[in-house]
C-alpha cells in the first residue's frame, strides 16, 4: 500500500456528462499528477500539481482540469465527457520537491466507463 | 517517436529463468528512470529507480541504463510465477515536469 487513495473506485457516466474524481496524496508528499491509462496502453500523463499550482501538462485538451487544496489532496475534473475517455485514471503522489528525481506512487485508481 | 518504447511482447519465461525487458526512450525523457510492475485490474506499483548509467540491483532485480545508446532494461533472475504482470518504462522530462511510460510488456513465468 502507498498511502495514495482514491475515489470513487468505478464510476459510470454518459456521453456529455462532467465528472470530478478525487485523490489522496501520501502523508508528507505535496506533488500530485493525474493519468489516463486505457485498456492495453501505458498510463499517459495529464497533468501535475505542486503546492496548489500546476507545474505540468500532457497533451490533453482543457475540457480535463484539476485543482489541488491547501492539505495536498487534488481533484481531476472532466466536462463534455467522450466515449474516450473510458480509462482508468490513476493520481501518483511524490516527495516534497517536484524535482525530476521523484518518485512517483500510485493510487489504487478510478475506473470511468464512459456510455 | 514516442518518448518511452517497450516491445509489448507477451514475454514467456520458464520458472527460474532470468526474464529481460527493455526500453528505449527520445531526446526529451533525460532525468530519471523507473520500472514498475502492474497486476491486471490494479495500479501500477514501483519496482526500482535508476537515474546514473550503469547497474543497479535490489534482490532479484537488476536496472541497466546506458544514457549513450537511450536505453534502460530491468533483469529479473530467477524469475517466479508471481512475476507474471505487465511492466512498465517511466522516465521524466528534461524539465522534470512530466513522466513518460512505455506502453508495457507482459511477461508471463511458466511453472
Known amino acids: 500500500e502507498t498511502g495514495v487513495t482514491q475515489s470513487p473506485t468505478h464510476l459510470i457516466k454518459t456521453r456529455g456528462q462532467q465528472v470530478t474524481l478525487r485523490c489522496s496524496s501520501q502523508s508528507g508528499h505535496n506533488t500530485v499528477s493525474w493519468y489516463q491509462q486505457a485498456l492495453g496502453q501505458g498510463p499517459q500523463f495529464i497533468f501535475q500539481y505542486y503546492r496548489e499550482e500546476e507545474n505540468g501538462r500532457g497533451n490533453f485538451p482543457p475540457r480535463f482540469s484539476g485543482l489541488q487544496f491547501p492539505n495536498y489532496s487534488s481533484e481531476l475534473n472532466v466536462n463534455a465527457l467522450e466515449l474516450d475517455d473510458s480509462a482508468l485514471y490513476l493520481c501518483?503522489?511524490?516527495?516534497?520537491?517536484?524535482?525530476?528525481?521523484?518518485?512517483?506512487?500510485f493510487g489504487p485508481g478510478t475506473r470511468l466507463t464512459v456510455l | 517517436q514516442k518518448e518511452v518504447e517497450q516491445n509489448s511482447g507477451p514475454l514467456s519465461v520458464p520458472e527460474g529463468a532470468i526474464a529481460s525487458l527493455n526500453c528505449t526512450y527520445s531526446?526529451?525523457?533525460?532525468?530519471?528512470f523507473f520500472w514498475y510492475r502492474q497486476y491486471s485490474g490494479k495500479s501500477p506499483e514501483l519496482i526500482m529507480s535508476i537515474y546514473s548509467n550503469g547497474d543497479k540491483e535490489d534482490g532479484r532485480f537488476t536496472a541497466q541504463l546506458n544514457k549513450a545508446s537511450q536505453y534502460v532494461s530491468l533483469l529479473i533472475r530467477d524469475s517466479q510465477p508471481s512475476d507474471s504482470a505487465t511492466y512498465l518504462c517511466a522516465g521524466s522530462s528534461n524539465t522534470g515536469n512530466q513522466f513518460y511510460f512505455g506502453t508495457g510488456t507482459s511477461l508471463t513465468v511458466i511453472p
Open positions: 531526446d526529451r525523457v533525460s532525468q530519471s
Open positions: 501518483a503522489s511524490s516527495f516534497p520537491s517536484p524535482s525530476s528525481t521523484d518518485t512517483q506512487y
